[in-house]
């Protein structure tokens, strides 16, 4: 437990943009002694991301644990770049360097270089989903393909970009399908100014996502 007032070295980085106010925020605290999981829980709640990410080294790799606002979660693309930048930034990484994390979902790699941050995770081949539920009624939208993770993500796939951006959802509904989380997707067709889109609706977690 620290002492009270002690500081907490904290970012707040937002991946997968170069533009300020946009990307994917994540919260990064840099840790010097292992914290208690309800005051971990209270940081995650009061820095309102939908994810918060606590690094605590161990000399040889770092210690790397997510927390959305609601509980701690089991792995966190975005917020694992944004500790490998926050490292960078707070002088404890350097370009050329492999930053190994231990995490609930075991180690995890982010080789820093010149073009950026590349991330090295598990391989989890996704499963079809056998499902009664009415997916379209929930998602707002048909669709058209549906895939689910080793993690209890739901990975529903439809027709157009144009359907992912303008999606409404129905929480209610969506918030009683038995799954960790679901990822709307959609592959690009000629015209879109994109490759593909996506929207995170994160029923489990507490902390909806479009």
Not at 72 to 98: I, K
Not at 120 to 147: C, H, Y
Not at 178 to 190: D, E, G, H, L
Not at 193 to 201: F, K, T, V, Y
């Amino acid at each position: 437990m620290p002492k009270p007032g002690m500081a907490i070295p904290l970012l707040q980085i937002d991946a997968f943009t170069q533009q300020p106010y946009r990307g994917n925020p994540a919260a990064v605290c840099l840790l010097t002694e292992p914290l208690p999981d309800t005051q971990l829980q209270a940081i995650a709640a009061e820095m309102n991301l939908s994810e918060t990410a606590f690094l605590l080294t161990d000399q040889t790799a770092w210690q790397l644990r997510w927390f959305t606002p609601a509980c701690e979660v089991d792995l966190c693309g975005h917020a694992t770049l944004a500790a490998a930048q926050a490292l960078q930034e707070w002088g404890r990484a350097q370009r050329g360097q492999t930053l190994r994390f231990h995490t609930r979902s075991g180690l995890l790699q982010a080789k820093l270089s010149d073009r950026g941050i590349e991330l090295d995770f598990p391989l989890q081949p996704p499963q079809g989903l056998e499902t009664s539920l009415d997916l379209a009624a929930g998602i707002g939208a048909p669709v058209v393909a549906s895939r689910t993770s080793e993690l209890g993500y739901w990975l529903l796939e439809l027709a157009s970009v144009e359907q992912v951006r303008t999606l409404q959802p129905d929480q209610a509904a969506i918030a009683q399908w038995p799954c960790q989380a679901v990822v709307v997707t959609a592959a690009a067709q000629a015209g879109d100014d994109c490759d593909s889109s996506r929207a995170s609706l994160r029923h489990a977690l507490a902390f909806p996502r479009i």
